[in-house]
């Protein structure tokens, strides 16, 4: 029996399907789905979704969480060879626009199969939609994210934190006045 996952945003859609591996469901928790069998990927605006296997979605999933702590940290993190393997890329066009590159099947060839464009606001929903996947215990248990620590060296490279905190202070500053 097929069992359905779906995490969804007003901007983005992650719905993952597959198996179980147990043969008789402890249905009081709920059916886990261990075995995936398709990811799709639905962004607002663009037609048709992303799809693809448990390959397609560990890459999506990776990428999104890596490109995601960049953004926000400021902090751009050393590329490891394996990444150049990934089925999908993220990178910064302009201020408010992410290229998300799908590439068609086979690594080694690097061919892109989609391109979409993701706006601020859809490339957060994409990554809440991962987070709920994440928060989901029901759903593919045994994977998870490797992550690592930046070493303070890296850490120096990112945008002073002073100058991050500034914008956040005028606000709150503005806030405390109007109060």
Known sequence: MTIQRQYSLPNCKLVLQGLSETGSPDLSQGQVLSILTNAECHIQGQEPSLTGGRDFFESLVRQVSSYAQEFLSGVSLPRHQS???????????????????????????????????????????????????????????????????????????????????????????????SG
């Open 83 to 177: 990444e150049s393997q990934e089925l999908v890329h993220l990178q910064r066009i302009d201020t408010n626009l992410h290229r998300l590159t799908v590439s068609d099947g086979n690594v080694q060839e690097q061919k892109p199969g989609r391109i979409v464009d993701l706006n601020t606001v859809q490339l957060f929903d994409l990554v809440e939609a991962v987070d709920q996947f994440f928060a989901d215990s029901l759903t593919l248990p045994g994977f998870s994210l490797a992550v690592r620590p930046i070493s303070r060296k890296e850490a120096k490279l990112g945008e002073p934190v002073a100058q991050k905190v500034i914008p956040a202070a005028v606000g709150m500053s503005g806030l405390a006045r």
